[in-house]
């Protein structure tokens, strides 16, 4: 059961690293890795991405529960400083 729909608090993490023309985009939930994709022929240049953080990507369905301490890094950390930052 993915849902986190049961009134807790979640400590969820995104990360996105870039090799080459390749991008790995991992999902984190409660310390524990719950999606992962690997983006192609990405331009690792000019890719820029919209981060959005709340909602879908095309600006619509939003989230409404409490949002809290945001992080965003010029790196992916490592599961290292992840267990930290949950702990």
């Known amino acids: ?28 939930v409660d310390g524990n890795s719950v999606a992962n994709r690997i983006q192609t022929n990405i331009d690792p240049v000019n890719n820029k991405p919209t981060l959005r953080i709340g909602c879908f990507i095309s600006g619509y369905g939003f989230y409404t529960g409490g949002i809290d301490e945001i992080r965003i890094y010029n790196y992916s950390i490592t599961p290292q400083e992840m267990d930290a930052l949950y702990n």
């Open 1 to 28: 059961n993915n849902t986190l729909l049961d009134n807790e608090w979640h400590h969820v993490v995104a990360t996105r690293s870039i090799i080459a023309d390749r991008a790995r985009l991992s999902l984190y």
